[in-house]
């Protein structure tokens, strides 16, 4: 049977979302769960979950640094605790714990800050010394010799990981059996705007009209946001990952390194994941690299020595669309009444999917933005109000 079935596109819905990632269908999901706002159509170019929530490494955290973003990201975490039970689909969530290592003074400092900004603000977050992360961490290479030696740690308890296609089919799910149409492989062209009102969504399989239109897209989300007339301040950066051949389980905890900018955990089936910082260059390449591939090697290599014979499996990208503060844009349009945002995520739109998408349900359904979205909006930045989150986006 199938999870989610085929549609003719309507002459008109109630909300049209462009982008059926994790965050568009969470939209659809909670306008239909939490408001009754069922007329609603999810439009994908592709398949489900075809950009940034398939191409991304599915770390959950919170352990963030500004008084804006500590909440937000916990609520999500929070939100994530629950999702399986809530749409009754095993999201194979794993709090295993989260690990940002530093190898000089200037990391201890910024991560002790992350770390009393999180207990001021209620989540599980500490410092941690190098008997600590031995104890946690065994197979660390916590000697003297490293170029880069671990000199602490920021230690997430909550953090984990998660299966990210399991989160866009069990949202999908439920969309389907709450009334909400999704429609894979309908490209956007266009969004017609009249009296600064969203008027209809143009697509390659015909035009529909709509009461409100989202743009919940990620890479792309600059160009669906020009199709309305709205200008957004965000660059567009790849940012590559890889995976490795299966090993037996040795590492339980997400291992990031914020001064190497490289990231490593191990999946149930024993492969590691590999991630870097973002591409040096603006582009919508998704084409993976040598030279980044060198570079998540080398610092795998630097954190576990271990793993110098292991082969790699694949590598792919994903794009990033990055804003001047480093957070994202959630909120209405000021340039066009009924077009709402969410994009703008960087590295680290996944783990904030259902707060985000149940926060902008709520925007959308009562016309009142929840608190825990205000700071995010879309004027912030000619307000001169930009948050700084830059801190905690190790891979940025």
């Not at 937000?72 to 709090?95: H, I, M, P």
């Not at 060198?294 to 576990?304: K, N, R, Y």
């Not at 804003?323 to 739109?349: H, K, Q």
Request: a neutral charge; glycine letters at 8%; aromatic letters at 8%.
């Amino acid at each position: 049977m199938r999870m989610w079935r085929a549609h003719d596109l309507k002459p008109a819905y109630d909300v049209v979302i462009v982008g059926a990632g994790v965050h568009g269908l969470g939209i659809a999901y909670y306008l239909a769960s939490r408001h009754g706002v069922r007329r609603v159509a999810v439009l994908e170019r592709g398949y489900l979950g075809c950009g940034n929530s398939g191409r991304n490494t599915a770390i959950i955290r919170s352990n963030y640094r500004t008084a804006e973003g500590i909440p937000f990201y916990d609520a999500s975490v929070k939100l994530y605790e629950g999702l399986s039970r809530e749409l009754d689909f095993n999201l194979l969530f794993t709090q295993c714990g989260h690990l940002t290592l530093a190898h000089n003074d200037s990391s201890i400092i910024g991560l002790r800050v992350r770390a009393e900004n999180n207990q001021v603000l209620g989540v599980d977050s500490r410092l941690i010394d190098r008997d600590e992360i031995r104890r946690l961490v065994p197979s660390l290479d916590l000697s003297d010799r490293p170029r880069f030696p671990i000199l602490a740690a920021l230690y997430h308890p909550p953090g984990g990981i998660i299966r990210h296609d399991a989160v866009v089919w069990g949202y999908a799910r439920a969309c389907e059996r709450l009334g909400v149409e999704i429609h894979p492989y309908t490209e956007v062209t266009d969004i017609r705007v009249d009296a600064h009102r969203a008027n209809s969504v143009i697509t390659n399989r015909g035009e529909t009209g709509a009461d409100s239109v989202v743009n919940a897209t990620a890479g792309w989300a600059s160009v669906v946001a020009k199709m309305a007339g709205v200008e957004l301040p965000i660059v567009s950066h790849p940012l590559q990952a890889c995976v490795t051949e299966p090993l037996k389980p040795f590492l339980d905890k997400v291992i990031v390194s914020a001064s190497l900018h490289v990231y490593v955990n191990q999946t149930d089936k024993g492969e590691l994941v590999l991630g870097a910082e973002i591409d040096p260059y603006q582009s919508y390449s998704m084409k993976a690299t040598l030279p980044t591939l060198e570079q998540i090697a080398g610092h795998t290599v630097d954190l576990f020595p271990q793993l110098h014979g292991i082969r790699v499996l694949r590598q792919w990208a994903g794009i990033c669309d990055m804003t001047p503060d480093y957070a994202p844009i959630i909120g209405a349009s000021r340039e066009v009444d009924n077009f709402y945002l969410d994009v703008g995520w960087g590295t680290y739109g996944f783990k904030a999917a259902p707060i985000a998408a149940k926060c902008t349900a709520e925007l959308i359904a009562t016309g009142k933005t929840p608190k825990l979205i205000a700071p995010f909006f879309p004027g912030r930045f000619r307000a001169g109000q930009l948050l700084g989150e830059k801190a905690a986006a190790a891979v940025s």
